[in-house]
């Protein structure tokens, strides 16, 4: 399987702390996407981050992609209940053409 | 209103049948892909096409199958040949390469 990995596999955090998720895959890429989900629902894109890139910043979202292993990590900074959801990455393989997603970290996000 | 619809939102199946799973945008995207999410886990492919007439396989697609005879259009079909089709099944679409992914809302499949 080409399916990447998230870790941890579930965070609880409090409200106003920072949540770091890390993201690691198989293959050579275009770019790496992080998205969320709330439960039963459809995935919405937050960031995409090209491989020529090593940062990107959106609101209170920071991606970081390391490209020499593989890796990325989204940090959410001062979080919130509402970004309690399950959040993705997804790698937009090189000369494939499919997206490949990993499983996923719970996060949970207590008032 | 443009986006990806996806219909019906909650499907009950006999052991032995076929079903179809619609998905339809209006986004003028290229290419489209179906995946499967079972409780707690991500998601895994089942098949994408990038072009009208034109698909591929993905990482689990044993017992579906698919057809792109329209560029809005990508359904999915979920044979009697798939043991345990009890899951949650995600469509999406995108324009081109190094661009996001816009998803349904997704259709819970049962096997009664």
């Known amino acids: 399987s080409q399916q990447g990995e998230e870790d941890p596999q579930a965070l609880s955090i409090q409200e106003g702390e920072n949540a770091t998720m890390n993201c690691s895959y198989k293959?050579?890429?275009?770019?790496l996407q992080w998205y969320r989900q709330n439960s039963g629902r459809g995935l919405v894109h937050l960031i995409l981050i090209r491989s020529n890139e090593r940062e990107k910043h959106s609101g209170r979202l920071r991606v970081t992609l390391d490209t020499s292993k593989k890796s990325s990590s989204l940090l959410i900074t001062a979080s919130r209940a509402a970004d309690t959801a399950s959040y993705f990455c997804?790698?937009?393989?090189?000369?494939?053409?499919?997206?490949?997603f990993g499983k996923g970290t719970k996060l949970s996000v207590k008032p | 209103d443009g986006g990806i619809t996806q219909s019906p939102k909650y499907l009950f199946r006999k052991e032995g049948q076929n079903v179809t799973l619609s998905c339809e945008q209006n986004l003028n995207h290229d290419a489209m892909y179906w995946y499967r999410q079972d409780p707690g886990q991500g998601l895994r492919l089942i098949y994408y096409?990038?072009?009208?007439?034109?698909?591929q396989k993905g990482d689990i697609a044993e017992g579906y199958s698919v057809s792109r005879e329209k560029k809005e259009s990508f359904p999915l079909t979920v044979t009697s040949a798939q043991k345990n089709p009890t899951a949650f099944y995600l469509c999406a679409s995108k324009p081109v390469a190094n661009t996001e992914a816009f998803f349904g809302q997704g259709t819970r499949l049962t096997v009664v």
């Open positions: 997804a790698t937009d393989a090189r000369s494939q053409g499919n997206l490949i």
């Open positions: 293959t050579s890429i275009n770019n």
């Open positions: 096409s990038q072009i009208v007439n034109d698909f």
